[in-house]
């Protein structure tokens, strides 16, 4: 198995985690995005979006961070990231869409070029425009992560695709310094899947790329 990533990509983060929780052995294949690796005919005739991640396992090749959480879920499906009735899925991947369908395309690496190098907005107008994306979204998660169906993570007290998701997105709102004080539960399931090794092994600064 091999993991085509980037280690500042959240949505390859989200990936790497899960392969973590799942115990699952694979190569990491590093891409630098800022160098324009991604757009190497190479890896066009594999991936043609040219995004991060891909996995490929055996004679399966998947691109879409949402498409190969699923696929292995479906594949290895030991531990489960998705709770075993209906309604705990549909909430589970609502929580997990609002970060990976509205937030993270808003303000990934090649949206915030395309506004700076297109519009000239100046760092203080990039930054107030990626604050205003992550807020949006986590005002909607931290209402949601209010109700019962939540625990220790977004649902129950088992890791999920929510946390897999949320996880990269808290680790970027971080970086970006974002403020989070509105967000009590989103800080305090990020800490508790922080405390795992396979988010730990996960971490961008622990990935062979960072250095």
Same mark, same amino acid.
């Given at each position: 198995?091999?993991?085509?990533?980037?280690?500042?990509?959240?949505?390859?983060? &989200?990936?790497?985690?899960?392969?973590?929780?799942? &115990?699952? !052995?694979?190569?990491?294949?590093? /891409?630098? /995005?800022?160098?324009?690796?991604?757009? =190497?005919?190479?890896?066009?005739?594999?991936?043609?979006? %040219?995004?991060?991640?891909?996995?490929?396992?055996?004679?399966?090749?998947?691109?879409?961070?949402l498409a190969i959480l699923e696929? /292995? !879920? !479906?594949?290895?499906?030991?531990?489960?990231?998705?709770?075993?009735?209906?309604?705990?899925?549909?909430?589970?991947?609502?929580?997990?869409? @609002?970060?990976?369908?509205?937030?993270?395309?808003?303000?990934?690496?090649?949206?915030? #070029?395309?506004?700076?190098?297109?519009? +000239?907005?100046?760092?203080?107008?990039?930054?107030a425009w990626y604050h205003h994306?992550?807020? =949006? %979204?986590?005002?909607?998660? !931290?209402?949601?992560? #209010?109700?019962? %169906?939540?625990?220790?993570?977004?649902?129950?007290? #088992?890791?999920?695709?929510?946390?897999?998701?949320?996880?990269?997105?808290?680790?970027?709102? &971080?970086?970006?310094?974002?403020? /989070?004080?509105?967000?009590?539960?989103?800080?305090?399931?990020?800490?508790?899947?922080?405390?795992?090794?396979?988010? @730990?092994?996960?971490?961008? +600064?622990?990935?062979?790329?960072?250095?």
């Open positions: 198995m091999d993991l085509y990533g980037y280690f500042r990509s959240s949505a390859a983060y &989200r990936v790497r985690a899960a392969l973590n929780i799942k &115990r699952l !052995e694979y190569t990491a294949i590093p /891409l630098s /995005l800022l160098a324009g690796d991604n757009k =190497a005919a190479s890896y066009l005739d594999k991936n043609p979006q %040219g995004f991060v991640p891909y996995l490929t396992d055996g004679t399966v090749a998947i691109g879409q961070s696929y /292995l !879920e !479906e594949t290895y499906p030991e531990p489960a990231l998705l709770p075993s009735d209906g309604a705990g899925r549909a909430r589970v991947r609502q929580l997990a869409g @609002i970060i990976a369908c509205d937030i993270h395309p808003l303000d990934n690496l090649r949206v915030l #070029k395309y506004i700076t190098g297109i519009f +000239e907005v100046s760092a203080d107008q990039k930054t994306w992550i807020i =949006a %979204g986590f005002r909607a998660i !931290e209402t949601l992560l #209010k109700d019962a %169906g939540s625990g220790d993570f977004c649902h129950g007290d #088992k890791v999920t695709f929510a946390d897999l998701c949320l996880v990269p997105q808290v680790y970027n709102a &971080r970086r970006f310094k974002c403020p /989070l004080t509105d967000f009590p539960n989103i800080t305090r399931i990020t800490d508790n899947c922080n405390r795992l090794e396979a988010f @730990i092994q996960a971490l961008p +600064e622990n990935q062979a790329d960072a250095s």
